[in-house]
């Protein structure tokens, strides 16, 4: 999650899950992920919350909805359209972690999944990079 609140520096919050492909091992986020990943972002950034969401499955899962229904009082969640990468900060987050670990040989899942937490860990602490993806989508206001 690509956050920014007028006054304070932009921050990224993130989960991270690894798949290697064992029977019964779950592939991708679930809509409890996603949750939990919200209530991480309220409590660090003490405040209401407006979430800008694609339109991925998970996200449109009815407990999902039930969710954000129960917390509107400080959740507030705005749908992208079907298919909108450039109304996504989160896109310009990928291309720069894609960018930091291009041309990795990686050894194996685990020795990718370490370079990827890398690369997420330094733009984490770089908030000009956050800006730059929030402001690619018109999402940062003059303060």
Not at 50 to 68: A, C, G, K, Y
Not at 85 to 100: F, H, S, T
Request: charged share 20%; glycine share 8%; hydrophobic share 45%.
């Amino acid at each position: 999650m690509a956050c920014y609140k007028a006054g304070q520096r932009s921050r990224m919050i993130y989960g991270f899950r690894v798949h290697r492909g064992r029977t019964g091992e779950r592939k991708a986020f679930t809509w409890q992920d996603y949750r939990d990943l919200v209530l991480r972002a309220r409590i660090q950034l003490g405040g209401p919350i407006v979430l800008l969401w694609d339109n991925l499955s998970t996200h449109l899962m009815p407990p999902m909805r039930e969710f954000i229904a129960a917390n509107q009082d400080w959740l507030t969640v705005f749908q992208l359209p079907s298919y909108a990468p450039d109304l996504n900060p989160q896109e310009g987050i990928w291309a720069l972690v894609k960018r930091g670990i291009g041309n990795l040989a990686a050894a194996n899942v685990d020795h990718l999944a370490k370079a990827v937490r890398t690369r997420l860990k330094k733009i984490q602490y770089r908030p000009h990079l956050i800006d730059g993806c929030l402001a690619q989508v018109g999402l940062i206001m003059n303060s």
